[in-house]
């Protein structure tokens, strides 16, 4: 799978964005201090890790084999 060079920023955001979402969203759903909301945070982190690991990083947009 061939990326124009032009779409390589788009990618780094998307990949910026994702992480910020899964992990930055877990981190702070367990500073909250609520036992639901500990759980929440923990799921979306270990989910974001998973799917990371499970699709190679393509789906996060990790994989460097994206960027060229």
Do not use: D, E, H, Q
């Amino acid at each position: 799978m061939s990326t124009p060079a032009n779409s390589i920023p788009y990618l780094a955001t998307g990949a910026i964005a994702l992480a910020l979402a899964g992990l930055g969203a877990g981190i702070g759903l367990c500073f909250v201090r609520k036992t639901w909301s500990r759980g929440l945070g923990l799921g979306l982190m270990i989910g974001w890790a998973l799917w990371s690991i499970l699709s190679a990083g393509f789906c996060t947009g990790i994989n460097p084999g994206l960027y060229g």
